[in-house]
């Protein structure tokens, strides 16, 4: 059954062997060329797991891979019953989100620490299960790096995530995600993964502060 | 009947709309600064916009076949956009403004590329490409403001065309722009070079793709128009993906193609295949109202002016760091008819 028609790939939801599975697969994408399709395809099937479980072993909670199919570019793995954190975040009380933000940052730092980049950081590629686990899921634009710049750039689409969905507490929402990240990582990390995010943001069009700083 | 005249500014366009405030455009005079070599210089691109623009004010009444004494309010592109340039239209904007003792209406230049989409292509709530030298933007509309879902992290998708053209030592004169002559070269390729493909989330990066693209120049063991190819397959996979994410996540009804670089036929056939794919319909902005023209920041003037945002010339700065999504647009609730 499919349950989601992303831009990247659809997701299934299907029984396998007696297990709810979600079946990722990547389908061929009309609008590019066949050849940069397949080399696109391949490349984010064979690093998506490969990420998802060295996340894992950072302790970050994500699905179980149970299957990789490279000529279908497909993925079975493991059905995370749970809420979406976007949907969440904005039913909660404050103090509440605080604890949940400040929990997705800790998760981040963990990743960063082991040097994976999520790629795609959004609430909506978060899920909190009944037992009060962040589960995250989409390691399709993902890489490793330890490259300060890519964890600015990963911080910073999380921060963009939460000003395009979240825009009414999405300040706080941030600040919270950093100290949990601070707490991972340390105070020292933090300020200069804190330094690059800053620099990137400079570097976009028509940014206010970029003009003085001439 | 009562009129808009907007002037249009912010780069190398110089441009005058007249708009009716029913939404019927009556006139769209457009001088471009062409640069003999290099890219535009912002002091030159403001010098002529100062010479022409006594010429393409008068232009333009003479189209839209009224007088000034019938002009309701002058608007202008108030920014993002180069510092002299922006400067040169507000000063004759505010020149008009007070000569005809009307109001003064400071448009956002990115808010005005997609009102004037979005009257000419009859989109009601889509969203937006914005591809052109100085922005690449995925936009939508939500609570008050058109939120930006996707944009550069450095250069625009048409600057980085441009760069490139230049580099491979083409020349443009007017009527065939770099990106036009890419595109007729891309045509002619054949083999897909492999080039950095960097879409981070919902944001793009250009700046890997143009030095990649330059290198494989340097190293002349590919065709021009192979290079051509790859660079635009590249570049608008990488625009068509994050505009189909922004599409999936908002589920909008329409997708908005604008902007210079809108006039691309590639482009566009990729941005087709996503829309049909989400059943939305695909509006591509016709080119006289895609490029930056006047027409844009005299009906976004009609549309601000019936919502009272005039302002006063002593307070017409202008801001060259403008972004879309400090811009409240009240008029979009209201078009919604009060459903959302």
Known sequence: MLIKKGAEANLYLEDWHGRKVIVKKRIPKKYRVPNLDEQIRLYRTIHEPQLMHEAKKAGVPTPTIYMV??????????????????????????????????????????LHQRGIIHGDLTTSNMILTSNNKIFFVDFGLGEFSNELEAKGVDLHLMKRALQSTHYRFAEEAFKAILDGYAKVVGNKNMESVLEKIREIELRGRYIAERGKEK | MKYCLGIESTADDFSVGIASFEGEILANVMDAYLPEEGGIHPREAAQHHSQVAAKVIAEAFKKAGIKPKDITVIAFSQGPGLGPCLRTGATAARALATYLKVPLVGVNHCVAHIEIGKLVTKAKDPVTLYVSGGNTIVAAYEAGRYRIFGETLDIAVGNCLDVFARSAGLKQKKGLVFGAIVE????????????????????????????????????????????????????????????????????????????????????QEMLKVIAEEHNARFCVVPKEYALDNGAMIAWTGVLAYKHGLTIPVEKSMVKRKWRLDEVDVPWVEEAFGGAD
Do not use: W
Not at chain 2, 233 to 241: I, N
């Open chain 1, 69 to 110: 199919n490279l000529a279908e570019k497909s993925i079975i793995m493991e059905h995370i019953n749970g809420k979406q954190v976007k949907q969440l975040l904005n039913q909660i009380p404050n103090k509440e989100r605080a604890r949940i933000c400040k929990r997705i940052g800790e998760l981040i730092g963990r």
């Open chain 2, 184 to 267: 007729k070269l891309a045509k002619k390729g054949e083999k897909l070079v492999p080039l950095p493909y960097s879409v981070k989330g919902m944001d793009l990066s250009f700046s890997g793709l143009l030095t990649a693209a330059i290198q494989l120049l340097k190293e002349g063991k590919h065709k021009l128009e192979d290079i051509c190819y790859s660079l635009q397959e590249t570049a608008f996979s990488m625009l068509t993906e994050v505009t189909e994410r922004a599409l999936a996540h908002t589920e909008k009804p329409e997708v908005l193609l604008t902007g210079g670089v809108a006039a691309n036929k590639r482009l």
